[in-house]
């Protein structure tokens, strides 16, 4: 979902870094044979994960959430040399669709899949964080944090996706909806943990930045 207008949408597109020639490659196929496509990162949000990469040069990188893969590559773009991404998902089926695009970037050396739940996956990884980028099943958004922070290495950046959760954070709540509650749990533990420093930025379905103290 995007909160801007369609035509400054576009002009904004058009003034930001173009998109990858493998990501354009990436994005079509996920549109052509995936389910639930809009969950892709896509161009201009793509384009702020590689940006925030970039500028903070993590050696170690966390995914949860993989999906097609497209936001994975977006992050490893500022991988340092010896860096490591790891990436975690829960659906087996795409698997060999995020190796396929994987294995041609030139991060291939350098990203690892992970298989299963990323509730069981993070306690296993031997690794502080430079970068986490929280992008999965919104109801355990807040479990996810308390399994990061204290991984996280000083100054490193945690990016939380979809916390504007279609506007619903801001709606009369649905008695069977256990995700929009969970979001605004999950932004109200962002704004109150002194261990970190937050600002919520209304890009696409909202992009939260977290920098740990």
Not at 4 to 13: A, F, M, N, Q
Not at 53 to 59: C, E, L, N, T
Not at 149 to 155: F, L, V, Y
Request: net charge negative; charged share 30%; hydrophobic share 40%.
């Amino acid at each position: 979902m995007n909160f801007l207008p369609k035509k400054i949408e576009e002009y904004v597109l058009r003034h930001s870094e173009d998109e990858p020639d493998l990501l354009q490659q990436l994005s079509r196929e996920t549109w052509q044979t995936v389910l639930n496509p809009a969950m892709l990162s896509e161009h201009f949000q793509g384009r702020v994960l590689a940006m925030i990469s970039k500028i903070s040069q993590p050696k170690s990188i966390l995914e949860i959430g993989t999906y097609t893969g497209y936001s994975a590559l977006c992050l490893a773009e500022g991988l340092t040399e010896d860096g490591k991404l790891h990436t975690i998902d829960h659906n087996e089926e795409l698997v060999d669709f995020q190796k396929k695009y994987f294995d041609k970037s030139a991060f291939k050396k350098q990203i690892k899949q992970h298989i299963g739940e990323a509730i069981d996956i993070i306690p296993t990884i031997k690794s502080s964080f430079d970068l986490v980028f929280i992008d999965a099943d919104k109801a355990n958004y807040s479990n996810y944090f308390n399994l990061i922070i204290d991984k996280m290495n000083s100054g490193g950046i945690i990016l939380s996706d979809n916390v504007l959760w279609y506007g619903k954070v801001i709606e009369k709540l649905d008695a069977k909806d256990i995700d929009t509650p969970a979001i605004i749990a999950y932004n109200k533990l962002l704004k109150e943990d002194d261990r970190i420093e937050t600002v919520l930025l209304p890009i696409r379905d909202g992009l939260t930045i977290s920098r740990v103290k």
